[in-house]
């Protein structure tokens, strides 16, 4: 039988015509029903909506911030890191500026911080006693998590002196294991001297205040070690310097600095990695050959702005700098100087940071190390700031 006009073929007989729709077939959502099929329209997943940042194209990127909120306390924290060259097999300093809306005031400005391991005496229940002897004082490694020693067979905290001769080591592990890491304290049956030393689970060493200028003491009383040096399995280092505070620019005949000590503040100044020879085959770390090292300007003249290039025209000028990695001048006093004691003594803070670069040290690239990355960081002084009473 010939279809009629309007194109719609015929009709079997025996059977019913379904309804046609005006325009073309739409297609159908995962989990809805054709019509007609007597199952109902099924009710699709009501995922919730997604935010992303979007994303730009060629060499324009982020710098990798994160940003978290503590439902608990209502904090806010924000993390910025620091533009490093990549090391070998993946062995680069985890280094970031680290922002807390309920920490204080630092040397990278109010909240903010920089993330670098270190152990030190907790403080929230009471100033340390400083008896070691005793276990008076419970350590913090990394600010997080509380360290407990390691019991004998007496009940009493294991120490062991015969080992490591000259030393006396007692181990520690954390209240609540997560870290999987064998941490020792070490002491100099000499000197009295105490640092630390940790090895991870992934078979990386970390020391912490083997040197004077990575410890916040005050005589023989240490509140903080400090991370000084790494290393890992395939022979890949890290050293950690740190810098003293003292009395440079500072106006010591002002009545609010007359009686302060200056001597206990530290400020982290150097980072190298990338070594150039292997820590199996040398040891010695002091006498290493480091490929990248990172250098914190605290106001010491690390970055001087250069006039214009006068056979540039106006249009076309870029700004010129000259990098130092060594400080061009002493470093500068902070107008906002604050104290804390919390350890039990006075670590007063004089210094700012305000730029943090990363230098490369190839021979292709010349003698002198060269600039290849700077983090700069700027502050808002208020001078007409005032606190009033009523």
């Not at 015509?17 to 997943?45: C, I, L, N, V, Y």
């Not at 689970?201 to 400090?226: K, P, Q």
């Not at 310097?241 to 009686?259: F, I």
Request: with cysteine; net charge negative; hydrophobic share 30%.
């Amino acid at each position: 039988m010939a279809s009629p006009d309007n194109g719609v073929p015929p009709v079997p007989a025996g059977t019913r015509a379904q309804p046609q729709p005006d325009g073309p077939t739409q297609p159908r959502a995962d989990g809805e029903s054709q019509p007609g099929t007597g199952g109902g329209p099924q009710p699709a997943d009501p995922g919730l909506p997604t935010i992303s940042q979007p994303k730009g194209g060629g060499a324009i990127r982020g710098l990798g911030e994160k940003f978290a909120a503590n439902p608990v306390t209502g904090t806010g924290s924000f993390t910025v890191p620091l533009a490093l060259s990549p090391g070998r097999s993946g062995f680069t300093p985890a280094l970031e500026l680290a922002y807390n809306s309920g920490e204080g005031n630092g040397p990278f400005g109010l909240g903010w911080a920089v993330s670098t391991p270190s152990i030190t005496r907790r403080t929230d229940q009471g100033l340390p006693r400083y008896a070691d002897a005793e276990e008076s004082d419970v350590f913090l490694i990394s600010g997080a998590e509380d360290l407990v020693p390691v019991l004998g067979d007496d009940g009493r905290p294991a120490a062991d002196a015969t080992t490591w001769p000259g030393w006396t080591v007692r181990r520690h592990r954390p209240r609540t294991e997560g870290l999987f890491a064998r941490i020792e304290r070490w002491t100099s049956d000499e000197t009295g001297e105490t640092h630390w030393r940790s090895i991870s689970r992934d078979n990386v060493t970390t020391r912490y205040g083997v040197t004077a200028a990575s410890r916040v003491e005050d005589g023989g009383r240490t509140f903080s070690w400090l991370i000084c040096e790494s290393w890992d399995s395939h022979g890949n280092a890290a050293v950690y310097e740190y810098a003293a505070e003292d009395a440079a620019g500072v106006d010591t005949t002002a009545g609010a600095e007359r009686t302060r000590r200056r001597d206990a503040g530290r400020y982290l100044s150097k980072v190298k990695y990338g070594n150039r020879v292997s820590r199996l085959v040398q040891p010695d770390l002091a006498a290493m050959e480091w490929l990248f090292e990172v250098a914190f300007d605290y106001d010491e003249g690390r970055l001087l702005e250069q006039p214009p290039d006068p056979g540039t025209p106006a249009g076309a000028q870029l700004d010129r700098v000259l990098a130092s990695y060594d400080p061009a001048t002493a470093w500068a006093a902070r107008p906002d100087p604050f104290s804390r004691y919390r350890a039990g003594f006075e670590v007063r803070t004089h210094r700012r940071c305000r730029r943090v670069l990363t230098f490369h040290r190839f021979a292709e690239l010349g003698a002198e190390p060269c600039l290849v990355r700077s983090t700069d960081l700027g502050y808002d002084d208020f001078a007409d700031s005032q606190c009033l009473f009523w």
